[in-house]
């Protein structure tokens, strides 16, 4: 069984869904729960690609931070009062954060959403998910957003 999961969140649909299987298997294995959320600093692409209006982007900063910070509280209040949890908030590209914390805490599963906010840079770069499955040591369970409509066969 599993002793140290490790859960990336970045407020997409997708890693809710990975936050809420995260805490269960934490409740049923009486594991310890970490939870990730890595901030990217903004750069010209992140706002707009070249051609970029003036931006502050200290404040952009600043604002990226606090809304990682805010995710991380908001998970921590979803986690039951018997379940051990430390939060993380990590910067720099996401699949590296991700991969370091889990080498970092010896964590045995990694626990991720399918798709996150990555957006183009995903189609670019290729997914969060897919970079953390290709490099991970330990097991990673990735978590799909279930379609409301089932296919009829």
């Known amino acids: 069984m599993f002793h140290r999961i490790l859960v990336a ?20 294995a009486n594991a310890k729960l970490t939870v990730i959320s890595v901030r990217q600093r903004p ?25 990682h910070a805010q995710l991380l509280e908001s998970a921590l209040g979803q986690v039951p009062p ?5 939060k993380v908030l990590a910067e720099g590209p996401p699949a590296p954060a991700i991969l370091a914390q889990a080498h970092k805490d010896d964590n045995d599963l990694i626990v991720m959403g399918s798709r996150g906010r ?3 840079a995903s189609m670019l770069l290729g997914s969060v998910s897919h970079q ?17 409509a089932r296919i009829e066969r």
């Open 9 to 28: 969140i970045d407020g997409s649909e997708h890693a809710q869904r990975a936050l809420s299987e995260a805490i269960d298997l934490a409740a049923l």
């Open 43 to 67: 750069s010209a692409l992140m706002v707009g690609g070249p051609v970029v209006p003036p931006v502050d982007f200290g404040e952009l900063d600043l604002a990226l931070q606090s809304e």
């Open 82 to 86: 018997d379940v051990s949890i430390t």
């Open 118 to 120: 990555g957006g183009i």
């Open 132 to 148: 953390v499955l290709q490099h991970s040591g330990v097991p990673v369970l990735v978590v799909h957003v279930q379609a409301d």
